[in-house]
């Protein structure tokens, strides 16, 4: 039971929410072909090794997905070796940053909740505990990026606690509007059944 709680928790909240949605991106706006190949290759390397430890838990879904995924056609998943850990490539003080990103990121996006703004809705600021890990210089500026991001505000500063700027501007507002809107052309498109590499014409009143 330990084992697969562990695994559901990894392929939910670590690979598919986090950073299968952390790499949309770099699949739909790659910066080059390298770029995509790298973040494609990643994907199916995890779900190969993915495929081989859920494999006793569900034995014909995982012999489906590494089908699929695997260059030799000839093999079968319940043949192949026990994944070994590679503690050579961990980047622990990496992950530990990563670690506290995701708790800071959790942390604003309940504040806004209870405030009831919604994700798309772009805030002034982020204030940041001197206490997390952005003090002692862990967090490196392409994660205060990324939780930037995650949470919609424009700056992070360091203060006392982890706190969100609820205040809105006229600017900020029709920033979110923008954005709202943006939403519903794409839900459009994909109930069009439009591909991302397809040109649209867009006419709208209001």
Not at 11 to 26: A, G, K, T
Not at 150 to 158: A, F, L, M, R, Y
Request: charged share 30%.
């Amino acid at each position: 039971t330990g084992a697969a709680r562990a695994l559901e928790h990894f392929v939910v909240e670590d690979f598919s929410q986090w950073s299968i949605r952390r790499s949309r991106p770099r699949l739909q706006n790659p910066s080059s072909k390298k770029d995509y190949e790298e973040a494609i290759n990643t994907m199916r390397y995890v779900l190969e090794e993915i495929s081989k430890l859920v494999s006793p838990f569900v034995p014909f879904l995982a012999d489906r997905l590494y089908e699929e995924l695997s260059e030799n056609k000839n093999s079968n998943v319940h043949w192949e070796d026990w994944p070994k850990t590679q503690n050579a490539k961990r980047v622990k003080k990496l992950e530990a940053a990563m670690e506290e990103a995701r708790e800071v990121v959790t942390e604003a996006l309940a504040q806004r909740a209870v405030a009831g703004l919604k994700v798309r809705q772009p805030l002034a600021s982020l204030e940041i505990s001197k206490k997390s890990a952005v003090s002692s210089g862990a967090f490196s500026k392409e994660l205060l990026g990324l939780i930037a991001d995650e949470v919609n505000v424009k700056t992070i500063v360091v203060g006392k606690e982890i706190k969100i700027d609820t205040a809105i501007t006229p600017e900020l507002q029709r920033e979110g509007q923008v954005r709202e809107l943006i939403r519903y052309i794409q839900e459009m498109r994909k109930d069009a059944g439009y591909k991302p590499q397809h040109r649209i014409r867009l006419w709208f009143s209001g």
